[in-house]
């Protein structure tokens, strides 16, 4: 069964101190690994598409990588405006085009 | 490119009555849009996919009867939940995707915050 778990559930960061967010996946061939961004009472907003190991996409202060298992959203020198859920969802060849999430991780950088 | 709007973005109505909630691909054509609804603090849970000029397929436990959708367009989908009662006060959110080479992914709509009294 296709899974995806995202860790830590709940990120504090101060402004500027850089981390990553985690995002495990099990899923029966992979056709696309994919980052959102969900604000509070609005709809995800598309980051990144990832869809081989080794591959890494980056967009201002975010950087998504991709292994076999895993991806990790890293955030450098994050600033307050950053806070937000951050969620992880594969495509797989099994599953007709839906997307798997996971739980999400809320992210919260404080001044 | 790839924006995706939901109308209304809040609907309050009475116990019994019917809601429609539009989806609609502004600048491109989405062969399939998805209708997603999701509780506080939690992730989005699928309810059915739809693809155009088809029926849409449900997930398991979700009430076909009772949440209708139709994909008429290329550009517009809507749900209409029927006979709604409290519990289905919810948020609910469509996305997106495209036909074609390099267009698996999904753009989300803005959500609709639907309240049942």
Known sequence: EDQVTQSPEALRLQEGESSSLNCSYTVSGLRGLFWYRQ????????????????????????????????????????????????????????????????????????? | GAVVSQHPSRVICKSGTSVKI???????????????????????????????????????????????INHASLTLSTLTVTSAHPEDSSFYICSARGGGRGTDTQYFGPGTRLTVL
């Open chain 2, 22 to 68: 539009e989806c609609r691909s502004l600048d491109f054509q989405a062969t399939t849009m998805f209708w997603y609804r999701q509780f506080p603090k939690q992730s989005l849970m699928l309810m059915a996919t739809s693809n155009e000029g088809s029926k849409a397929t449900y997930e398991q436990g979700v009430e076909k009867d009772k949440f209708l």
């Open chain 1, 39 to 111: 604000d509070p009472g609005k709809g995800p907003e598309f980051l990144f598409t990832l869809y081989s190991a080794g591959e890494e996409k980056e967009k201002e202060r975010l950087k998504a990588t991709l292994t076999k298992k895993e991806s990790f959203l890293h955030i450098t020198a994050p600033k307050p405006e950053d806070s937000a859920t951050y969620l992880c969802a594969v495509r797989s060849s099994s599953n007709t085009g839906k997307l798997i999430f996971g739980q999400g991780t809320t992210l919260q950088v404080k001044p």
